[in-house]
């Protein structure tokens, strides 16, 4: 778990630097907030029983991706795409799988982009490529996956049909919330563009005035 800790810490300082990058760049946080999550023991144990695999440390790097976890959470759809393709670039991560459920959401209505991710940790002059799952997601997504999560839970995942079948409806809501929002932050951006624009021809326009006086004052 230690190990795990550790290689969860150095995707969170890469998160950080996404962050900063982007935000300085482009005037903008693609990223609303970040939660991290470590397994515990009992899950491993009921993974790999599941799975049925043998409880070994060889089995539990070998078989679970996802003993340490980190959602991020992007404001809006098209910022999901825009943080996967940095983690893409970072040279010491290893990216070694990718699942688009936003693309291609489950039949559930579920909707999130997986990767697993191998990152370097240091423990005594040794270096060891630990995994880390990533799952990023908007804000409107992590509402549904969250309450349909509480839900199932409620009913040990053997929900009611008529229960699923409302929470694909709600998905679908979601999934037109956040292409609204899209277009809305679109034409936000495209009306600031203008805006800025006008204020620097008003800026030329005076400028040139005020240079023809003083020519004028000149003469």
Same mark, same amino acid.
Not at 54 to 74: F, H, M, Q
Not at 91 to 98: C, L, Q, R
């Given at each position: 778990? /230690? &190990?795990?800790?550790?290689?969860l810490?150095? $995707?969170? %300082?890469?998160? +950080? ?5 982007? @935000? ?61 393709? /940095? &983690? ?6 290893? $990216?070694? %799988?990718?699942? +688009? ?5 489950? @039949? ?5 982009y ?18 880390v ?30 229960i ?8 679908e ?33 005076e ?13």
């Amino acid at each position: 778990m /230690y &190990i795990y800790g550790l290689a969860l810490k150095e $995707v969170e %300082k890469k998160i +950080d630097i996404i962050r900063y990058d982007y @935000e300085y760049f482009n005037k903008y946080d693609s990223i609303d907030h970040v939660m991290t999550r470590i397994k515990s023991p009992e899950s491993i144990l009921n993974k790999l029983k599941k799975d049925e695999m043998e409880p070994t440390y060889k089995n539990l790097v070998s078989d679970i991706n996802d003993v340490a976890g980190i959602r991020i959470i992007c404001p809006l759809k098209s910022d999901i795409f825009t943080i996967r393709k /940095y &983690i893409r670039e970072f040279n010491d991560i290893n $990216v070694i %799988k990718e699942k +688009d459920f936003v693309t291609h959401p489950k @039949e559930s209505g579920y909707t999130s982009y997986h990767m697993v991710v191998k990152v370097p940790v240091a423990i005594d002059n040794d270096i060891s490529m630990v995994k880390v799952e990533i799952q990023i997601r908007s804000l409107a997504m992590d509402f549904w996956a969250s309450l349909e999560h509480k839900i199932y839970y409620k009913f040990e995942g053997d929900a009611p049909d008529y229960i699923s079948r409302d929470l694909r409806e709600c998905a679908e809501m979601v999934s037109t919330l956040d292409e609204k929002m899209l277009s809305l932050n679109e034409a936000i951006q495209e009306c600031l563009e203008k805006q800025e624009e006008l204020n620097m021809s008003t800026k030329t326009k005076e400028s040139n005035r005020q240079d023809q006086r003083v020519l004028q004052g000149l003469d």
